[in-house]
């Protein structure tokens, strides 16, 4: 569930949210070039104010999005991180917050043009869904994820998204909430939208970030929240069929943060219900991103103290 804004962010600009529009022949719209962020936002009632996870790596991934993508700007990261701030304090947020940050290809221009690239920031007031306790459910794909070789996966560019779409629709006809999409070798790579995490023996293991998968924040979040917590961590080349055999399993990303795993291929991950430590890295995440726990590295931008 997730309530629409009043105002966006268009070039820097703070614009009713039904202003905040692109040309029908804008690169963006006919190529789909475009690279984006999604991130969240946490209010502390303990502090009084609102808090953005990780603020400056989504940005980073955003501006390293571009590089990859080839689009080319003179707007640099300082000026979008002020932009983003901005967006949050016209609406008051005052809740739990999801962003999304585009930097896509403005003008009329032709497929092989570097720019002029637009940012828009979007926000919405957002709720966590009823499946962070009960699980969800995948289905693998026979939707291949696509391959270093053909696009970048280590880059949100929007038209990766259509790899994933194709996998979701059709997992949803087929009755599962998400698709596990495997890599062309066949190992898990991850879900169309978060990074697949399994335990087994008490251990964490994950997908290699060279299996095709995003460098996720969250997944970065989590692998050091694990270790912290005294959890071995292995990064490594997952089976299809390892995976159905873990005694817990778990997808993450920033906006679904940590929702567990119920069953892969209509067979229960364990017995099917939110694993103990699945639980236990839920809470410790939370605690993280909410900033209960020490914020030692900077991971949480104030948006009204910094005002
Ligand atoms: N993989 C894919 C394909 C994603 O789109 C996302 C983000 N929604 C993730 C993983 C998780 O990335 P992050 O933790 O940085 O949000």
Redesign the pocket.
């Known amino acids: 569930m997730s309530a629409l804004p009043r105002f966006a962010c268009m070039n820097g600009e703070i614009v009713p949210l039904e202003d905040a529009k692109l040309h029908i022949l804008s690169g963006a719209v006919k190529y789909a070039t475009s690279v984006f962020e ?2 969240r936002g946490y209010w502390s009632e303990e502090r009084q104010d609102m808090y953005l996870f990780r603020l400056d790596d ?1 940005l980073q ?1 955003l501006f390293d999005g571009l590089k990859i993508m080839r689009l080319e700007t003179d707007i640099d990261l300082a000026t979008v991180r002020g932009w983003v701030l901005e967006t949050v304090r016209a609406n008051q947020h005052r809740g739990a917050l999801h962003m999304r940050l585009l930097a896509h290809l403005e003008g009329r221009g032709a497929q092989g043009d570097l720019g002029p690239v637009g940012f828009a920031i979007t926000t919405s007031a957002t709720e966590r869904p009823a499946s962070f306790e009960t699980g969800v459910k995948l289905g693998v794909s026979t939707w291949v994820k696509i391959t270093e070789r053909m696009m970048p996966p280590s880059v ?1 560019s929007v038209a ?2 259509n790899n ?1 779409r194709l996998a979701i629709v059709q997992a949803r006809m087929d009755g599962y909430d998400n698709a596990l999409m495997l890599t062309e070798q066949g190992y898990i790579a ?6 697949f995490c399994m335990i087994k023996h008490g251990k964490l293991i994950t997908p290699m970030l060279t299996d095709d ?7 970065d979040t989590i692998l050091r929240v694990a270790r912290a917590a005294g959890i071995s961590v292995e990064e490594r080349h997952v089976g299809r069929s390892e995976a159905m055999l873990a005694d817990e399993a778990f997808v ?5 943060e940590i929702l567990p795993v119920a069953s892969i291929d209509k067979t229960s991950v364990g017995d099917g219900t939110r694993g103990v430590i699945t639980a236990d890295l839920q809470r410790r995440y939370l605690d993280v991103v909410e900033y209960r726990a020490d914020n030692p590295t900077g991971w949480c931008t104030p948006v009204y103290r910094g005002a």
């Open positions: 999604g991130m989504h991934r949100k990766n998204y994933g991850e879900t169309t939208g978060s990074s998968i995003l460098g996720s924040i969250t997944r993450c990303g920033s906006g679904q």
